[in-house]
């Protein structure tokens, strides 16, 4: 189940963060995951947080709780690759808040692992311009450049990310300590979790400084699967990793997740081009090295997709549940049900789906629109908008698609 703690009804990691966990269980669910839990930016987005390591002071659910003396010094000591570089970055008071921060994640992660329930996270490729993370470590960012995607059928000045992007042969150099650090710190907190771009690691599109597009950017050559072996030598372990290979993938970068042994993602919202038979999305194309998803934080909800979809999207989707056995909604209100079961029923190894969905939700609940200011990242959760019918029902769907557990 996709929802990020700032949706949950306090928006942090109280009471709240435990009944999810609590109607996962209910509802048969083993994974909750979430979008990066670092401190945002101005406009709320996660994926440009100030600090790669550190967790936002604001998913607190006691921002004042007590801290020690000999808990900072055993924090500093366990984190002294990152935390010298957030302290002097953030201030005073900034080691406590990761000293809180632990103490709240521990308790909610043994809770939820009590009840069945594991986490999935998310690392964004980049850092953002000004982080503690380039100012701490500059020499491993490539002055005159900045991060983004050429133009496609969807934008036709492509996307300026603004983010830095990392001097890849300097961190060879270092034997890539700075993302062994980052995985480590991940793996920390979470099960799981998804990398984001991951096709930027075979080929980036790389802009200039002072561009006001991305159309003058060109392509440069990633590291490839060098910065996984290392890391996956230096901490003595795999790396369970979700490879976001979304977009226009090329086959070096599917080489390259198959021979890390890396699901990829498969999203169904993107399942239903007719012009598109052999895309990765449709239904039938599904392959069990992959995750099913009903949609992304950067995709609408299933009712709000549906809303939208054009006349022959329709037609396909129908098709698609009658090829799986599904039979089609007689009220219109429930293709976001047929459409989860769907995906439950994709070879993939796990699906997962938006909270928004389950509640119904259409365009007014969701989390990211590409491209805007303002707009995105506010997403609430209602207090007593989950209820045991949700969870039952989702429970039946689970079941039923023998995904149980």
């Known amino acids: 189940m996709q929802l990020h703690p700032t949706s949950l009804p306090e928006g942090r990691l109280g009471d709240g963060a435990y009944a999810f966990v609590d109607w996962l269980a209910a509802a048969g669910q083993s994974w909750w995951q979430m979008l990066p839990l670092g401190p945002p930016d101005k406009h709320g987005s996660p994926y440009k947080a100030a600090s790669a390591f550190a ?33 002097a970055f953030a201030g005073a008071g900034a080691v406590e808040d990761q000293v809180r921060f632990e103490r709240e994640w521990a308790a909610l992660r043994e809770y939820a692992a009590a009840r069945g329930v594991k986490l999935i996270g998310d690392i964004p490729i980049y850092v953002a311009p000004g982080s503690a993370d380039q100012v701490a470590h500059p020499e491993i960012f490539l002055d005159g450049v900045q991060a983004g995607v ?131 999305h449709r239904p039938e194309n599904h392959t069990e090295d992959s995750v099913v998803y009903t949609g992304t934080h950067d995709s609408d909800t299933l009712r709000g997709f549906w809303a939208t979809a054009a006349p022959e999207q329709r037609e396909e989707a129908f098709a698609a549940l009658a090829r799986a056995g599904i039979a089609a909604p007689r009220d219109e ?14 070879p993939a190894r796990l699906a997962m789906l938006q909270i928004q969905d389950v509640l119904g939700l259409g365009s007014e609940a969701r989390m990211n629109m590409p491209g805007t200011i303002g707009r995105s990242w506010r997403w609430r959760m209602q207090p007593g908008a989950l209820t045991g019918e949700h969870a039952a029902r989702l429970r039946a769907v689970t079941e039923a698609a023998g995904r149980l557990g």
Do not use: C, K
């Not at 209100?333 to 994709?346: H, Q, R, V």
């Open 55 to 87: 967790a936002w002071r604001g998913l607190l659910a006691d921002p004042d709780a007590p801290v020690s003396g000999e808990e900072v010094e055993a924090f500093r000591a366990r984190h002294a690759g990152w935390v010298a570089g957030w302290e």
């Open 333 to 346: 209100a429930d293709i976001d049900w047929a459409l989860i079961e769907l995906a439950w029923s994709s």
């Open 150 to 280: 050429p133009p496609d059928a969807f934008s036709e000045d492509g996307q300026l990310w603004g983010n830095p992007i990392y001097d890849w042969p300097a961190l060879r150099r270092q034997q890539y300590r700075w993302w062994t650090a980052r995985f480590e710190r991940v793996f920390e907190l979470f099960d799981v979790a998804r990398i984001d771009h991951f096709r930027a690691f075979v080929a980036y599109w790389a802009v200039p400084g002072d561009a006001v597009d991305a159309r003058g950017g060109r392509w440069r050559r990633g590291p490839g699967r060098a910065v996984f072996d290392a890391a996956r030598a230096a901490l003595g372990r795999d790396l369970p990793l979700i490879a976001e290979n979304l977009g226009v993938i090329t086959p070096p970068v599917e080489r390259l997740r198959r021979d890390l042994g890396l699901p990829g993602m498969v999203v169904i919202q993107f399942g239903f081009n007719p012009d598109d038979p052999r895309g990765p």
